[in-house]
Each structure stands twice: as structure tokens, then as C-alpha cells.
């Protein structure tokens, strides 16, 4: 009996407090009820930001496996060509040479897409940008043959230009295996390119980290001091991973197989290019002397 009531008794207490409860609406708080969405400005502290979306674009061109047009000659055409066009341009200081090699560049130039010649006109403003940075203290100091010393910085600038446009790393990589470079060289290079993109994307995944992190808040300019800090520790673990690797593996400084020349009708255009340069420059050079 005692059990009975006071179960009756708890239901009754029950009962009284739901009511109570109902009588009672809770209410949100205003901020609560506000529906307005504001953005976070971000004027101050753009230092990941920027830096985030310039390492996106250089891991996106260090994985680039094709190019951004694809050329029909061999590679190896190609880089005899930038070499041997850039030497001629240094080399000469006439100016119908110096014209007929423009005519010749803005003849690659053309067969070009449109979105191609547009990257190449950016890429070279920024190059020609950074030359005179770098340049402009000798020539005023100098002051002779500025015009013609410019000239030759923008030919052999867009001429650089153009070659990066149609030829992707893997494919300069197998233009040197097909000239018989030294294997150390080809193979510091290819490690070197590809440890720099190893680099720049835990670059990239930190930046990402520190944004997130940071998300409205201005980020401080000595937080680049600690980036280069994990930048170098990581660096000299992975360097140290690969030697060991590299160990391990019995490594001997021994190629196990060398590209062979290729040749096709587009090669014999490029060197009859080539050698139409050169002919240009003794013939300009034997005129004027």
C-alpha cells in the first residue's frame, strides 16, 4: 500500500511540473534569432591567403605532365633550338638579325591558340618586369646601347617563353636523355624538380593549416619565420630519407637504359630554322664589317 501511494503521489508532481513547463515558453536569445549572414573581411593579414593561391599555381605546373601546347617535334629539337637561338641573340649586336630572329619567334608565336599567346604576353611582362629590376643600375651606370641591350633581354626572353609553353618538365628531362648529358646531372635535376614540388605541397598543406586557424584574424608576418623554420626540418628529413633510400637500394651512379634519338619531318623543320639563323647572322655580320 505504501508503494501504491506513492506512485500516485510521484505521477501528481509530474503532472504539475509538465504544466508548469507548458505554461512557460522558453525564448532564444536575439543573436540567436537574427538571420543575417556576415562575411568575414580579411583586409589585414593576407599573407596566406596570396602565398596559398601562388603555391597552388606552382604545384599545378610542376605536375603539369603536358604541356600547355603540344609540339610535334622531339624534344631534344627543342632545346638545341633555345640554345642555339639564345647564343645567336647574345652573340649579335645587328639589328636586321635581330628583326629577322623576331620575325622568326612571332612566327612560333602565331601557330600558337590564343589562350597560350595571351599566358606567353603575361609570362614575358613579368620576366622583362624583373630584368630591369635587376638590370637597371648598370645600364644607367653605363649608358650605352640601352635600346639594343633590351632588345636582346626581350628576344631571348620570349624566346624562353615559348619553349616553357610547348615542352612540359618530363619532356625536357627525356630531351637531355636523348643527347647523352651526363646521368648525374639529368638525375640531380629530375630529383631536384620533383623534391621542389614534394616541398611546395606540404608548403601548401601548412598555409591551409595556419588559414584555417587563423580564420578572420590577422596573421602576424613573423608566422613566415616559423614556416621556413618546418619548411627546413621537413627538408632535411626527407633528404636524409632519400639518401638512406638510395642506399638501401644499391645505388651506383649506373644508367640502366638511354633514349635514342628520334627524328621526324617537324625536327627537320626546327634545325633548317636553326641553321637559317645562323647563316643570317654571318651574312648580317659580314655585311656591315
Not at 17 to 33: D, Y
Not at 169 to 182: A, D, K, S, T, V
Not at 189 to 208: A, F, P
Amino acid at each position: 500500500v505504501y508503494h501504491k501511494w506513492l506512485f500516485i503521489f510521484s505521477n501528481l508532481i509530474l503532472q504539475m511540473t509538465s504544466k508548469k513547463n507548458k505554461a512557460v515558453p522558453t525564448k532564444l536569445p536575439v543573436w540567436l534569432m537574427n538571420s543575417e549572414r556576415h562575411q568575414v573581411q580579411l583586409t589585414k593579414g593576407r599573407l596566406v591567403q596570396d602565398n596559398l593561391t601562388r603555391f597552388a599555381t606552382l604545384v599545378a605546373f610542376l605536375t603539369r605532365i603536358t604541356p600547355v601546347y603540344k609540339a610535334k617535334n622531339s624534344p631534344w629539337v627543342r632545346i638545341i633550338e633555345l640554345i642555339g637561338l639564345t647564343i645567336l641573340i647574345v652573340l649579335s649586336s645587328q639589328v636586321v638579325f635581330l628583326w629577322l630572329i623576331l620575325i622568326l619567334l612571332l612566327t612560333h608565336l602565331i601557330i600558337l591558340p590564343g589562350s597560350v599567346i595571351i599566358t606567353i604576353t603575361k609570362k614575358l611582362v613579368k620576366l622583362m618586369a624583373v630584368s630591369l629590376l635587376v638590370l637597371l643600375p648598370s645600364l644607367l651606370l653605363q649608358a650605352n646601347n640601352i635600346s639594343l641591350f633590351l632588345t636582346r633581354v626581350a628576344l631571348i626572353m620570349l624566346n624562353i617563353s615559348i619553349f616553357l609553353s610547348i615542352t612540359s618538365w618530363p619532356q625536357f628531362i627525356q630531351g637531355l636523355e636523348q643527347l647523352h648529358l651526363p646521368s648525374v646531372i639529368i638525375l640531380t635535376l629530375d630529383i631536384t624538380m620533383k623534391y621542389v614540388y614534394t616541398l611546395g605541397v606540404y608548403i601548401q598543406e601548412l598555409l591551409s593549416s595556419i588559414k584555417l586557424r587563423t580564420f578572420g584574424q590577422h596573421v602576424n608576418r613573423r608566422v613566415l619565420g616559423v614556416i621556413i623554420g618546418q619548411v627546413y626540418l621537413s627538408a632535411k628529413k626527407r633528404m636524409g630519407d632519400l639518401y638512406q633510400a638510395m642506399l638501401l637500394r644499391g645505388y651506383n651512379n649506373s644508367s640502366i637504359a638511354r633514349r635514342k634519338l628520334s627524328w621526324n619531318k617537324y625536327d627537320l623543320i626546327s634545325m633548317g630554322e636553326l641553321l637559317f639563323a645562323v647563316a643570317a647572322y654571318f651574312v648580317t655580320r659580314g655585311v656591315v664589317a
